[in-house]
Structures are given as structure tokens and as C-alpha cells.
């Protein structure tokens, strides 16, 4: 109860910081910046933080400047939505699962609702992940430093099964996706043993294919490609637009997957390593797999939209966890968060809600209210990117095109990049021609690297004997779902084909 | 339409790889410095070498006439970065931040680089060194590198948490492994950080890590620091003995963090900017924000870092042929 209290007095104490005029302006800017970032694909939150941080110093007060750097991290996830759904680019890694249904309802001319939702949903998501990390932050904390590489398996073996399910019609290619995406995945720097693998001798591709890299050539240059060998009529809407926001009928159809999308986003958000990439990817499995109507999937389905958009969002706030509580940043932009921290003096970890409870409750207070800027600051947004789609194609495609150099190359400041994305890009448009599904090779691509290490960790910790897999507990749980996961699909194939099943196939 | 569409989109992408084939072209100065001074850092923004460069741009403007921007440039694990250096014009204005990291002191002896670590790079001045601290979890049945000795010597195996497979970390714990008897079993990770959450989370048994990486948690006393891999003690880890002193001769340089520049700078440019170096790290308040992080500011002229690297170099080589250590 006197904890209840405490946490109430601190959030009280952080809303009067995150309040005043000097912090409601870092807040808005750090919203606003975040939503341009998110926007402008390949160019990431944590580039812009890493770009602002000598600002930082000027700053002077560390709570506005991290509530400004926060305000970047969150709001990119809300601007990431943007292109994937416009132009099918992603903006932002963890919004590249948002490309396969966001472009489709736009081409049907459904992009308004497919931002509104996205921008409901986030909003939505951002405020319970919020919450999540104002009352249940310690003891979560806690719980994600129990996962080590036996766990990390488990969940990504779960993980893969699911890829299975998000492809399309066709199992084989989206086997052979998966196993492309797992050997894309293996590019790079053997990290157990050392060994180079697949780099052809060039340094560059050393620390292994850059993610958004590939999804931008993929989707983007690929698509790009694609229309540009077809008899094109000037703009991008096939269709009439219909309306420019989500009805009631989409409100419906999507407020179960904002709230599934919610909580995988905020579980998987704490624990560290790319949090929002895999929890979009988790969301879009797991509502194609509740759906009724999963045959909708890939055709310009909202729930796609919207549970994914919501995860990424969730996992935003939750990745905050770690860094405050135990001071271990998961991802590359709370990395920079905590540079920054560092720089100012401030060292996160637990002591930080006694030492410093302006930065913790202040930031924490600052995140609410930006949410809710965001949300302001979204939704007239809708109506002007759906008139962008009215530019004729041959201006978009260039400045498309223009806008994904820029971002690929500020990522890490390096031309190769540029060359990657392009061969990915000619990859995508065969991928295209050929009716290939990219959303499995994408999942294999981000978990493959997870689970290959966790397995070799985990057998060298436990000298070879696979048992460690089952005899520890939060291990030994996954790898039951994913046996009773199984279990009943087969049981499902069997009594379903028993009563009276035509023969043959 | 069409076209027109193709023409612009090509001729777009055709500007970009133009703009990367010429490169930026050379300017001419009068004196030096009369532009910003790049510090690149071949790692990714956040990490503890881009930490110590950003501190030290944010002093610099104190010292230097210029301000010093610091450049993220990260890829193949920092050889990317260090080579774009190296190819870059020697005037003084585009420098390498984390001369003497793991690629330049123990990646060499492995694997061959695109440039020669110390042939194509001249030293400037070694700001910091990082060494080895082995930590372990405070709630641990051992408090000190002596107990945890003989509570492994009871085990089979004892796992290690290490940042990279074959860096100086992964080198320390393997030459340890060998001075103290226990077999221990070292398990890579891609980079500190995760490495540092497995002791954190118990999953491991003890690892190595640069100080910066464990000050938090040593901090928050969920580790404890039970020996360094220096041959003295670490200013930043005044309390934790060397390994050396607890009686297992193991001791490596850690990872040096100075600045290069690229061969052929005028020695001039190069004076002026060990100079104005040591005076950043002659600053009180620098020194007290370095040593807050883990990063003790040990500053050294371009003579003494170049002299030190190449020892740091050959150390290393020797404990790589002494324990027959292998990349696959």
C-alpha cells in the first residue's frame, strides 16, 4: 500500500517536472522530431539521438534533454507507420511488417483508416505500456534478466513456428523464404566461434546485413521496380477514397488486436535485443492466426495494421524498463539514451528512482503526455499524406527513391549500404514477379541470429546435454506451448479430415 | 510517363553513386585548424569508445581552435571505420577515435585488414585505457577470485561470459583458465552488454568486461569485481586487485583508447593535436567524468602510445600462440 503511495507521489512529482513550460517544449520537439524520423525511411531514432546529443550538452538539464531523446524514441514509432502504409517503405524497422497490409488498404484506397488506426493504435499502446512501466517496472525488470540463452531458444524456436504461419498461400515458398531469411540471417561474423561467413572477403558486411537496409530494398526499391515495368496511371490510388478515417466497422475489427498488440508488444519489449522488431512481427502472427478470416492477411487486412503498430509501441515504453531499473539499454536507441545520461553524469540503474527521481518520474510523467501529443499531432496528419498519394507517380517514385539514399547512407554514414539496399531492391521486384511472400524471410532473418546463438550458448553452457532446454523452468514452459502448439494442430488436421473428408487430396 | 519516371529515378540513383565514387574533395588550409575536426569513431553511437570521444568533444572547445565533431562510422567490427580513415587526406581533420581496440590489437593476428594497423596510422595521444575487470554476481557462492578458484576446481566446467569470440576478453579468461587450473568455458556474445546480463541473470558463472560496462552494476552492488588484467591497478577499480597479485600471471593491456591519425599527416598538425589532447585531459572535471564512467584518463604523446601499442600488440600474439587460440 505504501508503495502504491510512493508511486503515486513520484508520478505526481514527475507530472509538475514534465509539466513546465521548458519540458511541455522539449517534449513537443522531441514528439515532433521523432515523428519526421519515423517518416523519412531508413533514418532511425537512434541516428537523430546520436545526431542531437552534442545539443544535449546545451541543453544542460538532463530530464528535458531525455525527455526530448524519449520523445524522438517513441514518436519514430508512430511516424513509422507513415510510409509503409503510403508507398510501402518502411520507415522504421519495427514497421516493416506494417508494409504487407498497410500498402494493400492503400492501393484499395483505404490509407486514411489504415493511418488512423495505426495512430490509435500507437497512442493507445504507448499509454498502457506507459502505465506498465510506472507501477510494474522493478520486479519485470527482475523477470527479463532471468532469460539467458536456454530461454532466448525456446521463445525464438515459438517464434519461428509462427512464421509459418504469416506467409501466403504457399507453404513450399514460404519455406523456401524462411530458409533464405535464415541464411540472409547468417551473413556476417560467427559470433560463437568466430568464423567469417558469406562476406565474399568485404568488411562491410562483417557485422552482418543491416535490417532496415534490407527491408527497404525489399519492399520499397523493389515495388518501385515493379511498377515502373507496368503502364502506369499517374498516381498510386487505384482506387476512389473512400473515407479518411477508420469507421465503426474498422474500430471493431481492430480494437482486439490494439489490445493483443499492447501486451506482446510490452512483454517482448523488456526483454532486450531489437524489442520492437519481433514483437510487430509476434503481433502480426498471432492476429493472422486468431483472425477469422486469415485468408485476408496480405490483402489489405486492418487488424495487420493495427496489432503491429500497437507492438511496436508497447515495446517503445517497455524498453525503457531495463534502462532505468537496472540500467542494461536492450536496443540502439536506449543505448544512446544511456550515452547520454552517462555524458550528463547520471548513471542509470536501480538507484536511479532514489538518487535522481526528477529523471525517473519526470521522463516517465513527460512520456504520457507525449503520447497524447502524438496523438494530436497525428491525426490531421492523416489527411494530408493521404493527398500526397494524388502526386503523380513519376515525381514520387524519384524523390521515394532520393529519400531512401539519404536515410540508408545516415544510418551508419556509409555508401555500401546504398549498394545493399539496391541489390535487395532487384531481389524484391523478382521476389514481386515470382509471388513470393517477404513477411517469412523477414521473420527468419531477425530471429535466425537469436536462435542459432541461443542454442550454441545455451550447449556450451550446459556441456552439450540439450536437457538445459527443458529442465529450466521459463525454458521448459516455451518449449511446452510449442509441443502442445503442435500438438493440437495435428489433433485439429485429424478430426477434421475424419468426418466424412472427400478422398483423394 | 513512364518515362519520365525511369529517367528521373535513374538519374537520381546515378547522381548518389557519382557523389560516392568522387568522394569529398580535398581542401586546402592555411592554418591548421580553420574547419571542425572529425573524430571518428568506428563504432556505433553509445558505446563506451563513443562515449569517451563525445566527453572529449565536449571539453575540447576549451582547448582546440575548432570544435571536434564526432563521426560514428560503425562496421566490421571497427575496420570499416579505421580504414575509411586511413584512406582519408592526412591533414589532420578527419581523426580515429579507439586506436588500440580489439580490432587493431588482437584482430590483426588473426585475420588480415585491409590497411596496416600501425604502418597506415600514425599515433596522436592515448587518452584512456580500458582494462579487464572479472566480475561476478553478488550473490554468488564466491566474493573473490581465490574462492571462486576453488569452487571451480570442484566443477566439471565453469562458464565465462565474454564480449567477442577471440578478443582480449575471451583471451584473458582462456590464459586464466590455464594459470588457475579450473577449466573454464568461455561463451561469446555479440558485444559487452549482453555478455554483462547473463552474470546479471545468473546464467553464467563469472565474466570479463571493461569497467565501463559493469560501474553501474558494481554500483548497485549486483557485482562484484574480483580481479584486473592490468599490470597495475585500475584507477577507476582503486580496491580490485590484478590478477598478477592474486597469483595468476595473466595480464594484458585491456583496450587502448587513443587517437590516430592517417600516415603522411605533418608532424606540426600532429603536435598541435597531442597538445591540445593532453591539456583535455589535464582537465579536472574531464578526469572526474571519465573516472565516473570507468574510463581512467591515462594520456600519453604520440612516442610513448605508439611504443605502448606495439607492446599491447605483441602481448597479445603471445598469449594467442601460448594458448593455441583460433578463429575457425
Known sequence: ?505 | MRKLTCRLTVLILGIFLMGIAAGPAAIAADKFPSKPIELVVPFSAGGSTDVMARLVAKFAPKYFDQPLVVVNKPGGGGITGTEGVVRSTPDGYSLFVGYGSGHDLVTPHFQKLPYDTFGDLVPVSRISVHSIVAVVRSDAPYKTLKEFVAWGKKKDQVTAAVSTKAGSVDITFQALAKASGVKIVTIPFKGGADAVRTILGGQTDIGGNHPSEVMSHIKAKRLIPVGVALEERDPSLPDVPTFKELGYDVVTVGSVKGVAAPKGTPPEVVKYLAERFKKVCEDKEFIAAMTEIGQPVMYQGPQEFGKYLKDGFNTYGKLIKEFNIKME
Not at chain 1, 568488411?203 to 537496409?213: R, S
Request: glycine share 14%; aromatic share 10%.
Open chain 1, 1 to 505: 500500500m505504501g508503495e502504491l503511495f510512493g508511486i503515486f507521489q513520484g508520478l505526481a512529482d514527475g507530472f509538475g517536472i514534465a509539466f513546465s513550460l521548458n519540458n511541455l517544449l522539449f517534449a513537443l520537439l522531441g514528439a515532433l522530431l521523432g515523428t519526421m524520423v519515423g517518416i523519412l525511411p531508413g533514418l532511425g531514432p537512434s541516428a537523430t539521438i546520436s545526431l542531437l546529443l552534442p545539443l544535449s550538452f546545451k541543453i544542460g538539464s538532463p530530464v528535458s534533454s531525455i525527455i526530448m531523446m524519449a520523445g524522438i524514441f517513441y514518436g519514430a514509432m508512430y511516424g513509422g507507420s507513415t510510409t509503409s502504409i503510403l508507398v510501402n517503405i518502411p520507415g522504421e524497422a519495427a514497421s516493416v511488417v506494417t508494409c504487407i497490409d498497410g500498402y494493400q488498404m492503400a492501393k484499395k484506397g483505404r490509407a486514411g483508416p489504415a493511418l488512423g488506426i495505426a495512430a490509435i493504435g500507437s497512442f493507445i499502446a504507448g499509454t498502457i505500456g506507459v502505465i506498465g512501466l510506472t507501477f510494474v517496472a522493478p520486479p519485470l525488470a527482475e523477470f527479463a534478466l532471468s532469460f539467458g540463452p536456454p530461454e532466448y531458444f525456446s521463445l525464438t524456436l515459438l517464434g519461428l513456428l509462427m512464421a509459418t504461419l504469416i506467409g501466403g498461400d504457399s507453404v513450399v515458398k514460404g519455406l523456401i523464404m524462411v530458409v533464405a531469411g535464415l541464411l540472409m540471417g547468417s551473413v556476417g561474423l560467427d559470433p560463437i566461434s568466430g568464423a567469417i561467413r558469406f562476406t565474399w572477403g568485404i568488411h562491410m558486411l562483417q557485422e552482418g546485413i543491416d535490417f532496415v537496409t534490407m527491408a527497404m530494398g525489399l519492399f520499397g526499391i523493389g515495388e518501385i521496380l515493379f511498377n515502373l515495368e507496368r503502364v502506369l496511371k499517374t498516381n498510386l490510388v487505384t482506387q476512389k477514397i473512400t473515407h479518411l478515417w477508420p469507421g465503426l466497422k474498422d474500430w471493431a475489427d481492430s480494437k482486439w488486436a490494439i489490445i493483443r498488440g499492447s501486451f506482446i508488444g510490452f512483454f517482448i519489449g523488456i526483454l532486450p535485443g531489437g524489442g520492437a522488431v519481433i514483437s510487430s512481427l509476434a503481433s502480426y502472427a498471432v492476429e493472422k492466426k486468431v483472425s477469422k478470416n486469415p485468408q485476408e492477411f496480405g490483402k489489405g487486412a486492418i487488424q495487420g495494421v493495427a496489432g503491429p503498430e500497437s507492438a511496436n509501441n508497447a515495446a517503445a515504453s517497455a524498453s525503457f524498463i531495463p534502462l532505468l531499473t537496472l540500467g542494461i539499454p536492450g536496443n540502439a536507441a536506449i543505448a544512446m539514451i544511456f550515452a547520454a545520461l552517462l555524458i550528463q553524469g547520471v548513471t542509470p540503474g536501480p538507484f536511479l528512482i532514489s538518487e535522481k527521481p526528477d529523471i525517473f518520474w519526470g521522463v516517465i510523467a513527460s512520456m504520457y503526455i507525449g503520447n497524447a501529443m502524438l496523438l494530436i499531432l497525428n491525426l490531421p496528419l492523416v489527411g494530408v499524406w493521404v493527398q500526397l498519394l494524388r502526386v503523380p507517380y513519376s515525381i514520387l517514385a524519384p524523390v521515394i527513391v532520393l529519400f531512401c539514399c539519404v536515410g540508408v547512407y545516415s544510418a551508419r554514414n556509409s555508401a555500401f549500404d546504398i549498394w545493399v539496399m539496391g541489390v535487395f531492391g532487384v531481389i524484391g521486384y523478382f521476389l514481386r514477379k515470382l509471388d513470393f511472400e517477404a513477411g517469412p524471410m523477414i521473420l527468419a532473418f531477425v530471429l535466425g541470429p537469436i536462435l542459432e546463438n541461443g542454442l550454441r550458448q545455451s550447449l556450451l553452457m550446459s556441456a552439450g546435454s540439450p536437457l538445459i532446454f527443458i529442465t529450466r523452468p521459463i525454458s521448459g514452459s516455451l518449449i511446452a506451448i510449442l509441443v502442445f502448439f503442435i500438438l493440437t494442430q495435428v489433433v485439429y488436421r485429424l478430426t477434421w479430415k475424419k468426418p466424412g473428408a472427400p478422398s483423394g487430396c
